[in-house]
């Protein structure tokens, strides 16, 4: 994945004894450095990369999204406490902004979490309507167990569309196999509203059938910029869809 015309520099120790086994390295190739430290014990072992970075010129990949960035710095721990399960946290920062990181991986269940602070979503989507976001999500999959229930949350703390900074979004949502379950609720001081959506898969035709309803309950549309009756000052309603079948 490194760029064929570039020189690669490793340095490496290394401690052994009875037990266990320490090493850390330096890598270095055309402006990018990595700092990796390994330890490996009978209790655990663990993986670190401290003050590392990369430029993507560098790399021998075409991701458009990166392409472009200048440096792409980032640090992390990965602990193993047994065989079977994992740990990691770290950080990784961009000209997009800085994405805050954890990940779970154990034998009934993996979970990640993500901290996103004033990340440039729309120069990242390529979409100009869209400027910073910054909020968490979650993710957590089970495995093992009778009812397989996974569940993925948002947060938004703040997202800038069409020239207004929207607050305070949380969508969580609950999925199986044949299963899909998911709320949304907004309190934004000019938009407050929920929904819900509810899906099933079918076993005679393998078709995911459910519905939607949900409630405005105030919406400025003028200070969201949003193009209608300049006469409106609100609007609220509610709604509910029916009999909808998703292939």
Same mark, same amino acid.
């Given at each position: 994945?490194?760029?064929?015309?570039?020189?690669?520099?490793?340095?490496?120790?290394?401690?052994?004894?009875?037990?266990?086994?320490?090493?850390? &390295?330096? !890598?270095?190739?055309? $402006?990018?450095? %990595? #700092? /990796?430290?390994?330890?490996n014990s009978k209790e655990e072992s663990i993986l670190t990369f401290n003050n590392s970075f990369f430029c993507p010129k560098d790399l021998a990949v075409n991701i458009?999204?990166?392409?472009?960035?200048?440096?792409?710095?980032?640090?992390?721990?990965?602990?193993?406490?047994?065989?079977?399960?994992?740990?990691?946290?770290?950080?990784?920062?961009?000209?997009?902004?800085?994405?805050?990181?954890?990940?779970?991986?154990?034998?009934?269940?993996?979970?990640?979490?993500?901290?996103?602070?004033?990340?440039?979503?729309?120069?990242?989507?390529?979409? &100009?309507? !869209?400027?910073?976001? $910054?909020?968490? %999500? #979650? /993710?957590?999959?089970?495995?093992?167990?009778?009812?397989?229930?996974?569940?993925?949350?948002?947060?938004?703390?703040?997202?800038?569309?069409?020239?207004?900074?929207?607050?305070?979004?949380?969508?969580?949502?609950?999925?199986?196999?044949?299963?899909?379950?998911?709320?949304?609720?907004?309190?934004?001081?000019?938009?407050?509203?929920?929904?819900?959506?509810?899906?099933?898969?079918?076993?005679?035709?393998?078709?995911?059938?459910?519905?939607?309803?949900?409630?405005?309950?105030?919406?400025?549309?003028?200070?969201?910029?949003?193009?209608?009756?300049? &006469?409106?000052?609100?609007?609220?309603?509610?709604?509910?869809?029916?009999?909808?079948?998703?292939?």
């Amino acid at each position: 994945y490194i760029t064929d015309s570039l020189d690669l520099d490793l340095s490496l120790s290394m401690h052994i004894n009875k037990d266990s086994l320490i090493t850390d &390295s330096k !890598i270095k190739f055309g $402006s990018s450095e %990595m #700092n /990796l430290s390994f330890s490996n014990s009978k209790e655990e072992s663990i993986l670190t990369f401290n003050n590392s970075f990369f430029c993507p010129k560098d790399l021998a990949v075409n991701i458009p999204q990166i392409e472009h960035l200048d440096t792409v710095r980032f640090a992390f721990n990965v602990l193993r406490p047994s065989k079977q399960d994992s740990l990691a946290h770290g950080y990784l920062e961009t000209d997009y902004g800085l994405i805050d990181f954890h990940f779970d991986n154990y034998r009934s269940w993996n979970g990640i979490n993500l901290n996103v602070t004033n990340f440039k979503l729309g120069d990242f989507l390529n979409i &100009s309507s !869209i400027g910073d976001f $910054s909020g968490k %999500m #979650n /993710l957590n999959e089970f495995r093992g167990t009778i009812q397989e229930k996974n569940n993925f949350t948002v947060l938004i703390d703040s997202l800038d569309y069409n020239d207004y900074v929207y607050n305070n979004i949380e969508i969580e949502s609950f999925f199986l196999s044949n299963y899909f379950d998911c709320s949304i609720n907004i309190d934004d001081q000019n938009l407050q509203s929920e929904f819900s959506l509810k899906f099933k898969k079918t076993s005679q035709d393998s078709i995911y059938r459910g519905f939607v309803n949900g409630s405005v309950d105030y919406v400025d549309l003028i200070d969201l910029n949003v193009p209608f009756n300049q &006469s409106l000052d609100y609007i609220s309603t509610n709604f509910e869809i029916t009999n909808i079948n998703l292939l």
